[in-house]
């Protein structure tokens, strides 16, 4: 799996008015590693992409926009 970087940055500015803690809170992800996943200074592990799975989820939303399935 992938992140969509360009994805995940647009849903926090849209969705969460470009705050990133707010982001990571409702995820329930650090917001250390959101900041360091978004500006590619380390991978995404499967807890991040499992948060973003049940994000959507629960706000009815695709997934597979933010994460490419390899």
Known sequence: MEANIVAI???IK???DNNITSFSD?????R????????G???PKDKFFCSIIKYCDKNELD??????LN
Not at 26 to 30: A, C, L, N
Not at 63 to 68: L, S, V
């Open 9 to 11: 940055k647009k849903l």
């Open 14 to 16: 849209n969705r969460f």
């Open 26 to 30: 409702s995820i329930g992800v650090s």
């Open 32 to 39: 250390s590693l959101v900041s360091q996943i978004i500006n």
């Open 41 to 43: 200074s380390t991978e």
């Open 63 to 68: 997934f597979k926009k933010y994460i490419f």
